[in-house]
Each structure stands twice: as C-alpha cells, then as structure tokens.
C-alpha cells in the first residue's frame, strides 16, 4: 500500500510505502488520475514501481527526477516497454538515467543545439536490435511533442538499451563502440585499403571485436588457444591481430589474454581473404 505524496500527472505518481516509509514512483495507466494528496492506492496489474532511495551506479533517481518532466518519464517508459517486449527481462531502473537524457534532448533540439555522435553508425551495427527499439523514440517525440530527433540522439538511447540489457554502464558500450571503430581503422591501414561494411566477413570481425573488448574489461579469457596454429599459418595477421590487441590494452586501459591474437587474426585473414575473393571475381 503506498500513500501519494504527490502527483505528477494521470499516469506518474510519487507515493510512500506504508511498510518501510520511502519514497516510489509508480507509473502506470490513469494511476494518478483524480487522486489526491495522502490517499492510499494500491498498484494494480500494469503499474511499475521505482525506488527513488536506492543509489546505484546509474545515478541517484531522487536526484534525477528533480529535472525530469513527466512527459520524458513517460515516453523513457514506453521505450522500455519495447526493449522488454523484444529482449525480455531488463534493468528497468535505466529509467532515470534514459529519461534524463531525453529530456536534454529535448531541450537541445528546441534550442536548435546539436550534438555530434561520430559512433552512430558503429552503435547501428553493433546494438542492432537496440537501435531498432531505440528508433521507436522517432515518431513518439513527433507525435507528443512535435519533435524530431536524428540519429546521432537515437545511437546514445540505444546504448541506454542495451546498458538495461546487459547490466552495463553507458560510458563502457561507448568505450567499447569506440574500440571497435579504432580497431577496424588500424586493420584497414595495417592491409591497406578499406574493409568492405557490408561484407560477412567484416560484420563477424567488427562483432569479434566488440566481444573481445568486453571480455577485456570483465577480465573473462577465451579456453582454446591458436596462437601457434595462426602464428605459422598466416604470420601476416597474425602480427597485424598483436599490434591491434596491444592498442586495445592501451585504449581501454586492461590487459587481453594472449589468447585472444589467435582468434583475432582468424578474422582479420578472413577479411583479407574475401576482399581477395571479390578482386579476383571482378
């Protein structure tokens, strides 16, 4: 049973737990509707509580909310409500942290600010199916607030997403969207032309790579070892996949098992193997 303490609008309320006296936002269809200060209600099916008292790593959501109209809470809601629906159970508490970032969104654009994302494009490879969910966010802010939002905005609620999906904070699905991009731009240097984004060949490399950044900054290793198969077998990437790993070390400031050139260099051959593949077939 919780007793409101104040209401935001028909579908947002901020009530107080009768059992442990804190405070919760509860968000759900009409819940605030007509209700008063101090009245008791109880959450039905439908209706999403929120602690405002727990600190996490995401942010302080008493703290949040002070800057947070109703509306971004609502359209941050809605937006989950997709993820849920597409990937499962997620951490709904990326509420407060996705809602604020709308909510300066917002504010950019109607004071005609724009931000740049120079990883946009990466984020649409490597969080698919968040930045699909994320793109949702289009014609909602068309319709509810006569707003339109381009793609570089869309990227970072993508990877609010995916930060809800995997547990991990925003700062390291861009730490690890920026390795990537670096990665894929020595290995174009290091075999001398571009790598072909529309190719099999660099969507599993690009993949690769982003798995291998995250092992990385969990401190996980790879079980099988190829080093000495792909060191004699193909040299070439063999020493292009070492110089590539230590800059990852140096970029995202972790060791990466030693394990991890082998497989590395499996992909850069393939690369290298399909753009030869595809010359030779012209």
Do not use: W
């Amino acid at each position: 049973m919780y007793r409101v303490k104040k209401v935001l609008n028909h579908n947002t309320v901020i009530g107080i737990q009768s059992e442990d006296n804190q405070e919760y936002l509860l968000m759900g269809k009409g819940i605030g509707f007509g209700k008063k200060i101090t009245e008791r209600l109880e959450p039905g099916p439908g209706v999403t509580v929120y602690s405002l008292q727990k600190s996490t790593d995401r942010g302080n959501p008493g703290e949040l909310l002070k800057s947070i109209s109703p509306a971004c809470l609502e359209i941050a809601s809605q937006i989950l409500d997709a993820a849920e629906k597409e990937f499962g159970k997620i951490d709904r508490n990326i509420l407060f942290p996705m809602a604020d970032h709308i909510e300066y969104a917002v504010r950019r654009i109607r004071g005609q600010e724009q931000i740049s994302n120079p990883l946009t494009e990466d984020i649409r490879v490597l969080f698919h199916m968040e930045y699909k969910v994320a793109e949702q966010i289009i014609p909602i802010l068309k319709t509810q607030m006569g707003i339109e939002i381009d793609a570089d905005e869309v990227g970072y609620i993508a990877l609010h997403i995916h930060s809800a999906i995997e547990d991990e904070k925003v700062s390291q699905a861009m730490q690890v969207a920026q390795a990537v991009r670096e990665c894929i731009s020595q290995i174009e240097q290091e075999i001398g032309r571009p790598i072909d984004v529309m190719s099999l060949a660099y969507n599993r490399l690009m993949n690769h790579i982003r798995y291998m950044a995250a092992r990385a900054m969990k401190g996980e290793k790879l079980k099988v070892n190829m080093n000495d198969y792909m060191g004699i077998k193909f040299p070439n990437a063999f020493g292009i996949a070492e110089r590539v790993c230590r800059q990852v070390e140096r970029n995202l400031r972790c060791e990466l098992s030693e394990v991890e050139i082998g497989y590395l260099a499996m992909h850069i051959e393939r690369v290298a193997d399909e753009e030869l593949d595809e010359k030779e077939m012209e």
